[in-house]
């Protein structure tokens, strides 16, 4: 009976820590994203767009330090669709 209760645990444990890899990945990329739409002009050009994005972000990593890895991925979505909206426009609009 203790084994299973130890395998469980590890079981547990390895879903935890590839959860909150995915979700620390999937934080960076957006970060790379809004870093590159920063160095477009996006602040300027697309500055609602921008700081959506960041809010979201901030919002989003917020609730992955809480433990809430869903909620944390749905800000995320979020955060990564302002960024890609904020380089489009920041890049559209140099000619």
Do not use: H, P
Request: aromatic share 8%; glycine share 10%; hydrophobic share 45%.
């Amino acid at each position: 009976m203790r084994r299973a209760w130890v395998v469980l645990c590890v079981v547990v444990l390895i879903a935890g820590l590839a959860g909150g890899c995915a979700t620390k990945n999937a934080l960076e990329s957006t970060r790379m994203s809004l870093d590159k739409a920063k160095a477009a002009g996006a602040e300027k050009k697309a500055a609602y767009e921008y700081y959506m994005g960041e809010a979201y972000l901030g919002k989003a990593v917020y609730q992955a330090e809480q433990g809430d890895t869903k909620q944390a991925g749905i800000f995320n979505k979020q955060a990564a669709d302002y960024s890609a909206k904020a380089l489009e426009m920041s890049k559209g609009g140099a000619k």
